[in-house]
């Protein structure tokens, strides 16, 4: 295993062409140059990129797949596929026989936003949620990568352009029901990874979740020393209530916050303030717990959800082996910071060293 700890001799970039039908790397794309990659975790495309090309780009529906070669000065070698997108060419310049463009690139889930049922799709009561979000993936030629799931819906759902049984909680594209599916079962939107595979992961909350990476102070270190630090308040809430209906039972879970050691608390600000939520199914009794406790759990999590400060820091390193919703650990004592983050945003920059800017983040009372 290559050791990225360690700085690099040499870094390039190769853009190659994935055949669509067969999912295999096919040609070369010489005329691909440079340019950048951005993975954010708070919109649905969670990955694009903006390359620049020299001559003309002719693939058809194929896609384009990058890579980082990189070389240590102790002759090792290691290659990483940084993403794989679908190509547009949206501004182009002439001069005289040199004709240059930029490519506009888009991750793979961008066919699932861009794609609607013709005709409104029905699941019954019943369907396992997670098996129905990864089958409308499957049915456009995405693979898919799935957590397994014991959940299913507990009212029929429908999806599609001008649905609206399913209230405010679906849009019309395929990406809207294979998320608000996940959303039921617990899971992740979905995202891809690095070979356009789409991943339906079961959500796992930070603390529980193992550090892939450290940036570390010290003499390896791959950080620049100057950083950005911000804190910002959720809507503060000491009361949550969670209504899951169905066309059989309603179940209703509710917490509070009444502790007087807690600054939110009712009895520290001497108020309520209550956050509500719907959702039209009924979660399914599963480990052993029963509906209610599942309705109740879901409370607690979203009182703390709305007691918590995000402290973030941006950061400028090299390239480092993680992309967003990954966990990582920062031990930087020159500055304070110590603890486990959550990659929110990457900026890369396909130059030497693909220099990098990072948000990562964690959740504090």
């Known amino acids: 295993m290559p050791d990225w700890n360690k700085r690099t001799s040499s870094t390039r970039y190769r853009f190659m062409r994935v055949s669509r039908a067969t999912g295999l790397e096919t040609e070369r794309l010489t005329m691909l140059k440079g340019g950048t990659i951005t993975r954010n975790n708070d919109v649905r495309i969670l990955e694009s990129a903006e390359v620049e090309r020299v001559g003309e780009l002719e693939i058809g529906a194929d896609l384009v ?163 950005e630090n911000e804190c910002e308040m959720y809507d503060v809430a000491n009361h949550v209530v969670c209504v899951f209906s169905s066309s059989d039972m309603t179940i209703v879970g509710e917490v509070w916050d009444r502790d007087p050691s807690s600054p939110y608390s009712t009895v520290s600000i001497g108020r309520t303030i209550t956050k509500g939520y719907t959702f039209s199914d009924v979660p399914a009794g599963e480990d052993g717990r029963t509906p209610q406790q599942i309705a109740t759990t879901r409370a607690k999590n979203y009182l703390k959800q709305n007691q918590s400060v995000i402290d973030r820091y941006s950061l400028r390193h090299a390239y480092a082996p993680v992309g967003v919703t990954d966990a990582v650990h920062m031990s930087y004592p020159t500055a304070g910071v110590e603890g486990k983050f959550e990659i929110r945003v990457q900026n890369m920059s396909l130059s030497a060293g693909c220099p990098t800017e990072t948000e990562i983040r964690r959740f504090i009372r």
Do not use: H
Not at 187 to 207: C, E, M, Q, S, V
């Open 65 to 227: 797949r990058i890579y980082m070669d990189a070389t240590w000065p102790s002759g090792e070698k290691a290659s990483e596929v940084l993403g794989t997108f679908i190509p547009s060419v949206s501004k182009r310049s002439i001069k005289g026989r040199y004709k240059t463009a930029t490519v506009q690139l888009r991750g793979r889930l961008q066919e699932l936003l861009d794609d609607g049922f013709a005709s409104p799709l029905t699941l019954p009561k019943g369907t396992n949620a997670v098996a129905a979000a990864a089958k409308i993936c499957t049915d456009m030629g995405l693979e898919v990568i799935a957590d397994p799931s014991d959940y299913t819906i507990t009212n029929p759902r429908v999806y599609g352009i001008g649905v609206e049984q399913n209230d405010s909680e679906t849009g019309s594209t395929k990406l809207d029901a294979v998320n608000n599916l996940l959303s039921l079962a617990g899971f992740w939107a979905a995202k891809t990874d690095t070979y356009g595979r789409i991943l339906l992961r079961r959500y796992i909350a930070l603390a529980d979740r193992p550090s892939l990476w450290e940036f570390a102070e010290g003499p390896d270190c791959k950080f620049e020393k100057d950083m």
